[in-house]
């Protein structure tokens, strides 16, 4: 019947979400290692290139839309939830400590939820959505100090941080738009991808008239190319991670997951990042996780099932 979500295809949903969220949450290792030979903006530049590419292989059929007017959703998801999310957030970190963006930007799902009851009218904060995004927010504390006792306030990179969260409740707005209109999910995300790359030009240009001076680090772009850089395969083989597999399918991945699901329930995934970062840190580079960080994983999962309580239809 319409308006009754199958069972199977919410589980698939979420089955799809959290293996997005595993990516996602391993991909600070790619961008760790590319920021020695790019600045933010260009690492963010060539890896939705590459994913854009990646999405006219995967389906080369041309998108057409029947109403113009549509392109709007696809400028606005491109904006917020790509150049602004994403470069607002790697620029944070610059600026204040990783554990500081990691807690701020963990209230996405807050503010996903607002702008859906708010603009689309769906009815999703509650009791139990309150509690669980508090339990969250204190589980991925601990998961991010993961033992250091250090909590430094920077406003600069805390905005920033702040404005990256608030743009993803932004993104998520559009793709419920988008998935409203049960649009091809790879033609619609390779839209959204061309829209951003756009955007990115401009902010290309300005950064290679900064140059590299390292008061603009992040936003510096090496007009003389240095191809050195590209000959390494390494950065290669993590370009490609990051285009491909972070970015062309996660996307896709991640917009089928909200159609399936719903967008604000998806959305609570987000809480597991940290988590993920730090086991997978632990796991594959030797970064030590401690009894702290075990705590905060256990809060944060705990808080995500509580925020799930009462929302079934």
């Known amino acids: 019947m319409k308006g009754i ?39 963010l530049f060539v890896r939705y290139v590459i994913a854009y590419g990646a999405l ?12 113009k007017s549509d392109n709007m959703l696809f400028v606005l998801a491109g904006l917020t939830g ?4 994403q470069f607002s957030e790697n620029t944070a970190i610059s600026f204040t400590t990783a554990s500081n963006v990691s807690i701020i930007v963990s209230v996405c799902p807050m503010f996903t939820a607002i702008f859906s009851q708010v603009i689309l009218k769906e009815k999703h904060i509650g009791f139990f959505f309150v509690l669980g995004f508090a339990i969250s927010i204190v589980g991925i504390a601990l998961v991010s100090f993961n033992g250091r006792y250090v909590l430094k306030l920077n406003p600069r990179g805390d905005f920033l941080a702040m404005g990256a969260a608030l743009c993803w409740g932004f993104y998520s707005l559009a793709v419920s738009k988008i998935n409203s209109k049960n649009f091809n999910s790879i033609l ?4 959204t991808f061309f829209f951003a790359d756009f955007m990115m030009i401009p902010m290309m240009v300005m950064g290679a008239v900064m140059g590299t001076d390292g008061t603009y680090a992040s936003v510096s772009l090496d007009a003389q190319l240095n191809a050195a850089r590209f000959s390494n395969m390494l950065n290669w083989m993590n370009f490609l991670f990051l285009g491909v597999g972070a970015s062309a399918l996660c996307f896709v991945a991640w ?4 159609r399936m699901v719903g967008t604000v329930k998806t959305t609570l995934m987000i809480y597991l990042i940290p988590v993920v970062t730090v ?16 705590a905060g994983c256990c809060v944060t999962i705990a808080g995500l099932f509580i925020s799930n309580i009462g929302r079934k239809k």
């Open 279 to 294: 086991v997978f840190a632990w796991l594959c580079i030797g970064e030590k996780i401690t009894s702290m960080g075990l």
């Open 188 to 191: 619609a995300t390779r839209r």
């Open 255 to 258: 917009t089928k997951a909200c």
């Open 56 to 67: 006219w292989i995967m389906n080369p059929r041309e998108f057409k839309l029947e109403k």
């Open 5 to 43: 979500s199958c069972p199977r295809d919410s589980l698939s949903g979420m089955i799809l979400a959290v293996l997005v969220i595993v990516v996602w949450g391993i991909t600070f290792v790619s961008t760790k290692y590319l920021l020695k030979s790019f600045s933010a903006l260009e690492i």
């Open 82 to 85: 790509i150049v602004l999310y």
